[in-house]
């Protein structure tokens, strides 16, 4: 079983659309804040297996807006919760050029507790390849935490998708977030249906990366 460490039960059935066996898992891990997804990700994931001692599988996910040097990025959720989608779109519109590009960008980290085979698939970046090579590697990097406090290293296998659009006046009651205001060839991800969306989303895009790479975890 594998464990997808949410509250949105929208992801869940992204998941399920390129592996079976996915099971949501409600943990609040600790967020940390970073200039990155990946970082973020990863001492979520680090954190989400200690607490349920199985495979998980924990997302991180922005929207870079292109001349706002990449915001709001890591911190979206907590813009639309403090600004609100259509407040974004606004701001944007107006100091930006019409229509303003963007990116959606997903982070998957996955943790087993285990080390990492060796492929073209980096370990979590950096030295954490070292980390999952050798089991005795320290973060380097102390806002992922385990040096911090003292702990092993857990290896983390990252996995990344991206989608490129722009950000229009809100379209379409469908999906969740940002999806009314960004526009992927001409519909916005608010106008699609679950699986239009899914297709060729951020999310779907490292799903799909993940879901080629996980069999070879069981052999």
Do not use: C, W
């Given at each position: 079983?594998?464990?997808?460490?949410?509250?949105?039960?929208?992801?869940?059935?992204?998941?399920?659309?390129?592996?079976?066996?996915?099971?949501?898992?409600?943990?609040?891990?600790?967020?940390?804040?970073?200039?990155?997804?990946?970082?973020?990700?990863?001492?979520?994931?680090?954190?989400?297996?200690?607490?349920?001692?199985?495979?998980?599988?924990?997302?991180?996910?922005?929207?870079?807006?292109?001349?706002?040097?990449?915001?709001?990025?890591?911190?979206?959720?907590y813009v639309e919760d403090t600004l609100g989608v259509e407040t974004v779109q606004r701001l944007v519109a107006r100091e930006l050029d019409e229509p303003p590009r963007a990116s959606f960008r997903c982070v998957l980290a996955y943790c087993d507790g285990a080390p990492f085979e060796a492929s073209p698939d980096p370990v979590d970046r950096d030295d954490r390849s070292a980390a999952a090579a050798a089991g005795e590697a320290r973060e380097r990097d102390e806002s992922v935490g385990d040096e911090a406090e003292g702990r092993e290293a857990l290896p983390v296998k990252l996995f990344h998708g991206t989608v490129r659009g722009r950000i229009v006046e809100a379209r379409g009651d469908g999906g969740f977030g940002y999806d009314p205001v960004f526009e992927h060839d001409g519909t916005t991800f608010g106008e699609m249906s679950a699986a239009e969306k899914n297709a060729v989303s951020h999310r779907g895009r490292a799903f799909a990366k993940f879901a080629e790479w996980f069999p070879e975890r069981g052999e």
């Open positions: 079983m594998l464990r997808y460490v949410t509250t949105n039960a929208g992801k869940v059935r992204e998941a399920r659309e390129y592996l079976d066996g996915v099971e949501q898992l409600d943990y609040d891990y600790t967020e940390i804040q970073a200039s990155e997804l990946g970082p973020i990700a990863a001492r979520g994931a680090r954190e989400a297996y200690r607490h349920a001692g199985e495979p998980v599988l924990v997302d991180d996910a922005g929207l870079f807006v292109e001349g706002f040097d990449g915001f709001p990025g890591p911190y979206s959720a």
